[in-house]
């Protein structure tokens, strides 16, 4: 079955440090897809990437960039200059080819705060 | 554009009382639907998913039920809450065909006292 683990519970860092967030993920499907969402205090989560197992290129969006590596099964996500505004709970979620529906499997989810 | 639409944003209920939250999405036809509940910590668990109309799958046992008694409509239900049945309930929807990501609705924050 598949498994997504963020070890990080909770980071802070003072504003315009860079953060960087683990994800590690278990499937035996040879074809899957990562995300990682933000959940800002109000609730509501936001997408924020997705990435298809089959393309490892690095991803770069304003500050934030995402870090695929298939050999060592990691999605690593880094806010570089963090801001005020970055403090949210990040997950990362897992989708395999093979599950019916587009279900999605989320990490514990990494709580940020950054501190002016 | 495509917009999901999720309430009440906020509910308290005594135990042992029925339960209907409702979710609509606009703007798409024929979406996979979901169910997720946060319990108290972060974790999100896949509760219901539904691929079409009256098509509901459980992901877990549990005291809630769920329906889609229309294409853009998804309802979560329970005939009597449990105090285990407090936590923020997120509908969400994701596009039908290929793999694609799922929007969020902004939550239902349940309290059963």
């Known amino acids: 079955a598949q498994k997504v683990t963020q070890a990080q519970t909770e980071i802070s860092v003072v504003e315009k440090e860079d953060v960087t967030l683990d994800c590690v993920y278990e499937?035996?499907?040879?074809?899957?897809?990562l995300f990682w969402y933000k959940q800002p205090p109000s609730g509501e989560l936001v997408f924020l990437i997705r990435?298809?197992?089959?393309?490892?290129q690095n991803e770069i969006s304003g500050r934030y960039s995402w870090n695929f590596q298939k050999s060592t099964s990691s999605f690593n996500f880094t806010i570089t200059a963090s801001q005020v505004v970055d403090s949210a709970v990040y997950f990362c979620?897992?989708?395999?080819?093979?599950?019916?529906?587009?279900?999605?499997?989320f990490g514990g989810g990494t709580r940020v705060l950054v501190k002016p | 554009s495509q917009t999901i639409h999720q309430w009440p944003a906020t509910l308290v209920q005594p135990v042992g009382s029925p339960l209907s939250l409702e979710c609509t999405v606009e703007?798409?036809?024929?979406?996979?639907l979901y169910w997720y509940r946060q319990a108290a910590g972060r974790g999100l668990q896949l509760l219901f998913y539904s691929v079409g109309i009256g098509q509901i799958s459980s992901e877990v046992p549990q005291n809630l039920s769920a329906s889609r008694p229309q294409d853009r409509q998804f309802i979560l239900s329970s005939k009597k809450l449990l105090l285990s049945d407090s936590g923020f309930y997120l509908c969400?929807?994701?596009?039908?065909?290929?793999?694609?990501?799922?929007?969020f609705g902004q939550g239902t924050r349940l309290t059963v006292v």
């Open positions: 499937t035996r499907d040879t074809t899957y897809y």
């Open positions: 969400a929807w994701s596009a039908d065909t290929g793999r694609t990501e799922a929007f």
């Open positions: 703007g798409t036809s024929n979406p996979n």
């Open positions: 979620a897992l989708s395999e080819d093979k599950a019916a529906g587009n279900k999605l499997t």
């Open positions: 990435r298809n197992s089959f393309d490892e």
